[in-house]
């Protein structure tokens, strides 16, 4: 089972960018999923996450400016982004769980077994 993210690119400070994760095989929404990324030089941190019973938490970092999603059809995930700042630079990667976890958990990456090889948003003038 390999998520596959898409949907990143360059944008201004400022900008807006939606990403998007689809994977073959999962049930979204039986666990938690979420959206994790890695700056240069920086550990992964979590960004946002989405638990089965629609809950959301988000790093402080990005509460207000970002909003993960699922898609109506429930194969899909979301992470739109917006008021991008340069800090917001990272390689951005889709993560799917299989065990059963708090948010707060869940946003520090407990339970993710699955994880995409990441899209790049880079944010710059």
């Known amino acids: 089972l390999h998520p596959e993210e898409s949907g990143g690119g360059s944008v201004q400070p400022g900008g807006s960018v939606s990403l998007s994760c689809v994977a073959s095989?999962?049930?979204?929404?039986?666990?938690?999923m979420g959206w994790f990324r890695q700056a240069p030089g920086k550990a992964r941190e979590g960004v946002a996450v989405l638990n089965s019973d629609d809950s959301t938490m988000y790093a402080d970092a990005v509460e207000g400016r970002f909003t993960i999603s699922k898609g109506n059809a429930g194969k899909t995930l979301f992470l739109h982004m917006h008021s991008l700042e340069p800090e917001d630079t990272a390689m951005y990667y889709c993560?799917?769980?299989?065990?059963?976890?708090?948010?707060?958990?869940?946003?520090?990456?407990?339970?993710?077994?699955?994880w995409g090889e990441g899209t790049l948003v880079n944010v710059s003038y």
């Open positions: 993560a799917l769980g299989v065990v059963s976890v708090t948010r707060q958990q869940c946003l520090l990456g407990y339970g993710m077994d699955y």
């Open positions: 095989g999962y049930n979204f929404g039986s666990y938690c």
